[in-house]
């Protein structure tokens, strides 16, 4: 669309008497047949009409200041995306240029699309498919942006769950130019219909954790879930049991029950661990209990301030048992060498205040107390350095507010 001029014409006149002259402005052929269209607002919304040749500009509402579009009449045969003033300028309007970013690397604009702020999700996700030489739009999905954050929202848009383009650049009162894409193997409408689930499974012999991930029927239970991971981790013997841990901050809130149904499991900010059943545990005495056992180190910047970190564990400790057997077996529990481990202190914390324990206390003493909220308020502390490597799955204790992209594999 280009500025041509403009003319005084009479008001009792009709466009019909101006049409050799618009053609010759516009570089047209004398005789060249044009459509003429009055646009009346821009702004909030387009509002651009035909003008009929033959009615005179004063019968039209034709006045001083008016502006007049015009265009070659279009064969009827030819396909364009905007054939007429209106549908263009609808387009100038709601023309969008929206940067993508693959939702691995959310920092980094990937590509640019210019699209319409009308589009509605299939056209989005159609654009995105076809510039990524994908066939099935379908296993697309889009992440909206934080404008605050500056990172992705914690939920994917869920498939045709918004109307528009507009709606999904909204972030409250902010309009953001930013969207996050992911390639799915499966169709996004399949994918809803499943809960994916994150769970880092922890050997019971080998140092070392591998995340797995199981993708069931939302109505699936963690029962399920174990059977599934059954078939792809390695047990210590065929009839090994597994329970399902939810982790937070490197202590051990919840057992889930197997008749748990995981539609409501969150593994975004909580760890899900799996884990082999201690023989221990299945054959422990009438007096004998399961405590927590979490490590910890004092923050000196934090006025001594207790901080857990590393993987906790629980251990069946005996009535009578002092804290000088409890170590032999945490020592070889963990296979800590013994120079180091001689360095380690041991303490009963409650409500995080640690009680430093002497060899020859009797630890099941200190356990007896079962009116406090929460087991894990109690527990026997392992003070020491953290000299471990940092593992990338403990990502998501302290991860951001999104779900970071899993590759997943059956």
Known sequence: MRYLGRLFVKASGKPAEILTKLNEMAGFGADEEIELFEEIKFEPNVMCEHIDKKATFRASQLEDGDIICFQKAAPVSEQCRYPDVPSFLEYVRNRQVVRFRSLEKPKEDEFCLELSKLYTYDDVVEKVAHH????????????????YSQQPKPQPIKYRGVDHLSDMLLHYNQTSDILYYEILDIPLPELQGLKTLKVAFHHSTKDEVVIHTVRLPKQSTVGDVINDLKTKVEL??????IRLL???YHKIYKIFP??????????????LRAEEIPEEEKNFGPHDRIIHVYHFMKDTAQNQQVQN???????????????????????????????????WKFAFLSLGR???LQDSDVVASRFQRRDVYGAWEQYLGLEHTDTAPKRSYNANQNRHAYEKPVKIYN
Do not use: M
């Open 132 to 147: 990524l030489g994908l066939n099935d739009p379908s296993k697309i999905r889009l992440t909206s942006h934080n404008c």
């Open 354 to 356: 640690p009680e430093y």
């Open 309 to 343: 970190f590393g993987e906790p564990f629980f251990l069946v400790i005996r009535e009578d048992e002092t804290l000088a057997e409890v170590k032999v077996r945490i020592q070889k529990k963990l296979q800590v060498p013994d120079e180091e481990f001689a360095k």
């Open 246 to 248: 939810e982790v937070f």
């Open 236 to 241: 210590s013997h065929p009839a090994a049991e």
């Open 258 to 271: 197997l008749n748990e149904k995981i539609e409501n499991i969150n593994d975004q900010y909580w760890t």
